[in-house]
């Protein structure tokens, strides 16, 4: 395996091309085969009255969580859907990024056509495709925004653009715009430039022993943080807008 | 004129000089983007993680909380290292 093709993505054209004339076929099928996974694996955990040792963690994993969008959200009423809406994007967002630490099986463009890599390269991660990471962090904002029209009322919502003074309006505009840049932007290059990393870094030594402990560092552990911090974000910009 | 017909002509009418030029201003920048990028983050990271060791020094039975949000505050800080890191790939590989 060479260095070709790296950080080149499989984009199939139909129609006139252009903006939504394009379709990047490995995401789709590998966030359509996550979401799969994640419903197969909820359906197998049963809730009982007496809790079983599965029932026990997933238990106390979403109560750690529960606790901090309890102390963050501070209208009760919305703590629920708050909770629900960061929860389904950390366990999505958590299963990719951890495929990005396993090997498996992606797909590369080459000049000479499409080059298929079987347990050389690993799983390709939906996250390392900014389109997937802009809808949701866009998604964040308009429902953080609508959640702050419903609870306040849009005369008050229309007001706090305008504080503390009226010459802070253009800044507050901004600053609402840069939040789901810097959210988006913060995942898709912690996964995609480590997987870049990953792979210059074990082309160096010729693929020695190095990847397995590179992996474990940028696909699990770091994985798993960037995905703790997208929904814990997630938590903290709708709450600071109710 | 848009990039990359200017560099089309660098290269075409440069020759040798052109491809030279073209290639040095690419490397130089991404070089100079993930070094200098690196700096800011790299002080921010350290401040978060001594003043967490010094936390954790004089509340030992919080050290697990601590940790967590250190972790947390590590990886917000990071964020513009991760841009800078984003400019030099995109200079390096996406650039015509």
Redesign the interface.
Known sequence: MSLEG??ERWIVYFGNGGFFGQLNPMTLIMSFSIMIMLVLIARKIKFERIPGRVQGAVETFFDSFWQITEEVVPNPEYRKPTFVIAMTLFLYILVSNVLGGIPGINVTPLASGINVQLFTDVWYSPTSDLNVNLSYAIMVLIISHAFAIKSKGFVSWFKSFFEPTPIMFPMNIVSEIAKPI?HS??L???I??GG?LVLILSSIVKYFVLPVFLWAIFGWFFGI??A??FS??TIVYIGSML | MDLKTMLETLVTNGGYLGWGLYYLGKLLAAGLCMGIGAIGPALGEGKIGASAMEAMARQPELSGTIRTNMILADAIAETTGIYSLLIAIILLLVLP
């Open positions: 790296i950080g810097s932007f913060r898709f290059g912690n995609m430039g870049m943080v960037q703790f911090v814990l974000l």
